[in-house]
């Protein structure tokens, strides 16, 4: 007779194969997610620049609150963004992430881009978010 269908062990190394794959996977596909979210982080702080920019600009100071500019300061994944530390020619728009429904790695973080020159010159590196779910412009 000839044989039908897989032994056990055929099987079983399948499973193996599959299980190893999905736990290389899985780490990589949260890191992946997480980087996606904080994505929005970045650019909701980065609509405010020229808004910020243009305002120092024209009055020499910066404005009391972020509606000032005009523009979201919220979205599906970020909670909040304010303006902190203003201060001279210094100022610092701080995204802070959401406390659910985002990857438990970034929960409540925040992102800042800050200027020290009056908004020639835009830093995204501070903040309290794991440098490796930043964009690379901003490890």
């Not at 062990?9 to 997610?33: F, H, K, N, R, W």
């Not at 303006?83 to 925040?110: D, E, F, P, R, Y």
Request: hydrophobic share 40%; charged share 15%.
């Amino acid at each position: 007779m000839k044989q039908q269908g897989f032994t056990l062990i055929e099987l079983m190394i399948v499973v193996a194969i599959i299980g190893i794959l999905a736990a290389v996977a899985i780490p990589s596909y949260q890191d992946y997610t997480a980087r996606a979210q904080v994505t929005e982080a970045v650019s909701l702080t980065a609509a405010f620049k020229t808004g910020l920019a243009e305002y120092y600009s024209d009055r020499g100071t910066w404005p009391a609150n972020i509606t000032a500019i005009g523009s979201t300061t919220s979205g599906k994944y970020v909670d909040t963004v304010a303006l902190t530390g203003a201060s001279g020619s210094t100022i610092t728009v701080q995204a802070t992430m959401k406390s659910t429904g985002v990857n438990a790695a970034i929960q409540g973080n925040t992102l800042n881009l800050a200027t020290t020159d009056g908004g020639l010159q835009w830093d995204c590196s501070g903040g309290t978010l794991d440098s490796k779910y930043r964009p690379g412009t901003c490890k």
